[in-house]
């Protein structure tokens, strides 16, 4: 009993307390409040770095890269707001993302500093966590929402047992690949290889399409990466890189070939998003440089579209990380997204050990998720993400960090 009640120890320590909370909560919470994410980034992050200070009067060693990358995306943010069609509204959310990015730092790189001992104890929390998130999912599912409906609104429960299920999922499928590190680090190398198989499981159960594309891909990129790591990491950077360069112009050749937009997958509501993706493509062309500001989609009254599949004038978003990234701050946005990319891939194909393959999995589903679902600058997707490389940051070793 001592030893199953060990990690919890870590509660009393707030250096990492907050560390224990994320690997506790995080892979299941998402199931009944998925939108909590974007509250949990900047309360674990000042929990962790006021808690170290407290503890060792130190803050840890910072890289200047990351903050200059972050620097440069806020200040392309916030100097859009100058072209963008509600400037106050932009600059409100070029400040969200700013926190959601900062914080994101600051959490990697307590992480980073944490001691070996904190780190078994922070692997088994985590690892026992996604576990049961997974079997919780699955059991949500299995008794057609019951789980969910305990603690959903009325609202939200009108809405479908899929919109219920596909944030959480997509979550999961993010989540999995610093528990697969975990369980690797901790001697669980047969759970290390069932985790990947048992997400893509679980995602069959649900309606999300988005997590079980991001499934597929994840684990398709991970047993690449275990086999030909060198081929697997150059495909993650140079592909990932490719796309967010030509986006709209894939996309505009797609609707050369599909002028009707006569595909169609339904449970994926493709005809829907290719709908969308049409309309704002063909916008990108008119301010190809700078793009229109930060979130303008959601301020165009009326795309024009022949609303076959989407019923809706307007759009909150375009459903396509790459595409928003375009519209919104042109090629000059672009190409600051694509530097971003190759440079964080190549420093996760670098990685040693573990870490090497899960990484580039991990790092494929980020991409395939931010392109054909949700939000880039929802506030839950920038939570989720951010957390990610703080949980392979306490999952992994020292060593293979470095």
């Not at 985590?126 to 997974?134: D, I, K, N, P, R």
């Not at 048992?198 to 995602?203: G, I, K, P």
């Not at 997590?211 to 994840?218: D, S």
Request: glycine share 6%.
């Amino acid at each position: 009993m001592n030893d199953i009640l060990k990690p919890f120890g870590l509660l009393r320590r707030p250096d990492v307390a907050a560390f224990a909370l994320v690997a506790i909560l995080v892979p299941w919470l998402s199931l009944f409040a998925p939108r909590v994410l974007g509250g949990v980034l900047p309360a674990a992050a000042i929990l962790a770095v006021v808690g170290r200070y407290w503890t060792l009067r130190s803050f840890v060693p910072m890289e200047r890269g990351p903050w200059i990358a972050v620097a440069l995306v806020v200040a392309l943010c916030a100097l859009s707001a100058l072209w963008a069609p509600d400037t106050l509204f932009a600059l409100d959310r070029s400040s969200r993302i700013a926190g959601s990015l900062a914080t994101a730092l600051l959490l990697f790189f307590t992480a980073r500093g944490l001691g070996e001992s904190d780190r078994a104890d922070l692997r088994s929390l985590l690892l026992w966590s996604t576990v049961f998130g997974l079997a919780l999912t699955a059991a949500n599912m299995l008794s057609h929402g019951a789980i969910y409906a305990l603690v959903a609104s009325k609202k939200a429960l009108a809405t479908g047992l899929e919109v219920g299920t596909n944030r959480p999922m997509v979550i999961l499928v993010l989540v999995v690949w610093s528990a697969v590190v975990a369980a690797m680090e901790s001697g669980w190398k047969r759970l290390a290889l069932l985790l990947p198989f048992a997400a893509f499981a679980v995602t069959t159960l649900t309606e999300s399409q988005t997590a079980f594309t991001a499934a597929i891909l994840g684990v398709a990129v991970y047993w690449i990466a275990r086999r030909w790591p060198r081929f697997a990491g150059r495909a993650v950077v140079w592909t990932g890189a490719a796309l967010i360069l030509v986006m709209p112009w894939f996309i505009l050749l797609l609707r050369h070939f599909d002028p009707n937009i006569d595909f169609d997958w339904p449970q994926a509501s493709a005809g829907a998003r290719l709908e969308i993706w049409y309309a704002i493509a063909a916008e990108v062309v008119h301010a190809p440089w700078i793009g229109h500001g930060v979130e303008a989609t959601r301020f165009v009254p009326d795309w024009g579209m022949a609303h076959r599949y989407f019923p809706e004038k307007s759009v909150l978003h375009p459903h396509n990380g790459a595409l928003e990234i375009w519209y919104e701050f042109g090629a000059l946005g672009a190409l600051l997204a694509a530097w971003i990319w190759v440079a964080v891939a190549r420093r996760a194909s670098a990685l040693a050990g573990s870490m090497h393959a899960t990484a580039l999995a991990c790092m494929t589903v980020v991409f395939v998720v931010s392109c054909v679902s949700h939000g880039l600058w929802q506030s839950w997707w920038l939570g989720a993400v951010g957390l990610v490389p703080a949980l392979f940051a306490m999952a992994g070793k020292r060593t293979e960090l470095a």
